[in-house]
C-alpha cells in the first residue's frame, strides 16, 4: 500500500499552459517536501511545508499544504521545458527521532516546446 | 557547500559478487540516509545514521545489506552475494536541523546498480 499518492502519474502539455500536481494520503505529516528528478540523477529539493494551510512560491511554482497536513499540490503557471522531470512529495511522519521520507509514486512531466 | 556526493556513479556486477558504495556527506551534516530507487518508483528507506550510530534499518535491508558510518562522517553500504532484484538506484542523502526545528534532505546523484 502507497502512503503517498500522487496524481497524476505521467502530464504531458504545451509550452505556457498552467498544470497542477497533487499529493494525497491518509496520514498526518509533520513536514513534506517536494522534489525534482532528473534521470540518472538523484531528487533536488524544492521546498519544504510544515504549516497546515501553508503556501509558499518559487517562482512560477506554487506549493500548497493541506489545512489537515495530508495532502499537498504543486501548482505551476506558463510552464516551460525546463520543468519538465520527475516531481516527488515525500513526507514526514514525525518529528521525533527518524526523520525518513516516504516518497510519493511520482509524477513524471513532460513541456512539450 | 560543495553537495553530497556517491561513488561510484555506475556499477555493473556479476550475480553472486559483493559491491560497496560510499557517501560522503554535507560537511556539517549529522544525519545520513541510504535509500534505494527502482524503474518508476519512488525512493524506498534503507537505513539512516545520526553521526556514526545507525539508528534505524528497514525490513528492506535483508541480512546481505550492511551500511556503516565509522567517523560519524562517510558512509558505505555494502551488498553481499548480490542478486538481480538489488538493481537499482541507491540514493544518499544528509540532512541537519533547520532553524524552524525540522530536517531538510539532501541527495547525491545516486549510484546505478546493475547485476547481471
Known amino acids: 500500500t502507497q502512503l503517498l499518492e500522487q496524481s497524476p502519474q505521467f502530464l504531458s502539455i504545451q509550452e505556457g499552459e498552467n498544470l497542477t500536481v497533487y499529493c494525497n494520503s491518509s496520514?498526518?505529516?509533520?513536514?513534506l517536501q517536494w522534489y525534482r528528478q532528473e534521470p540518472g540523477e538523484g531528487p533536488v529539493l524544492l521546498v519544504t511545508?510544515?504549516?497546515?494551510?501553508e503556501v509558499k512560491k518559487l517562482k512560477r511554482l506554487t506549493f500548497q499544504f493541506g489545512d489537515a497536513r495530508k495532502d499537498s499540490s504543486l501548482h505551476i503557471t506558463a510552464a516551460q521545458p525546463g520543468d519538465t522531470g520527475l516531481y516527488l512529495c515525500?513526507?514526514?511522519?514525525?518529528?521525533?527521532?527518524?526523520?525518513?521520507?516516504?516518497f510519493g509514486t511520482g509524477t513524471r512531466l513532460t513541456i512539450i516546446p | 557547500d560543495t553537495g553530497v556526493s556517491q561513488d561510484p556513479r555506475h556499477k555493473i556486477t556479476k550475480r553472486g559478487q559483493n559491491v560497496t558504495f560510499r557517501c560522503d556527506p554535507i560537511?556539517?551534516?549529522?544525519?545520513l540516509y541510504w535509500y534505494r530507487q527502482t524503474l518508476g518508483q519512488g525512493p524506498e528507506f534503507l537505513t539512516y545514521?545520526?553521526?556514526?550510530?545507525?539508528?534505524?534499518k528497514s525490513r528492506l535491508l535483508s541480512d546481505r545489506f550492511s551500511a556503516e558510518r565509522p567517523k560519524g562522517s562517510f558512509s558505505t553500504l555494502e551488498i553481499q552475494r548480490t542478486e538481480q532484484g538489488d538493481s537499482a538506484m541507491y540514493l544518499c542523502?544528509?540532512?541537519?536541523?533547520?532553524?524552524?526545528?525540522?530536517?531538510?534532505?539532501?541527495f547525491g546523484p545516486g549510484t546505478r546498480l546493475t547485476v547481471t
Open positions: 496520514s498526518v505529516f509533520s513536514s
Open positions: 560537511s556539517e551534516h549529522n544525519r
Open positions: 542523502a544528509s540532512s541537519r536541523t533547520t532553524t524552524g526545528g525540522w530536517y531538510e534532505q539532501y
Open positions: 545514521f545520526q553521526n556514526e550510530a545507525q539508528l534505524e
Open positions: 511545508v510544515v504549516t497546515g494551510g
Open positions: 515525500a513526507g514526514v511522519i514525525s518529528n521525533f527521532g527518524n526523520e525518513k521520507l516516504t
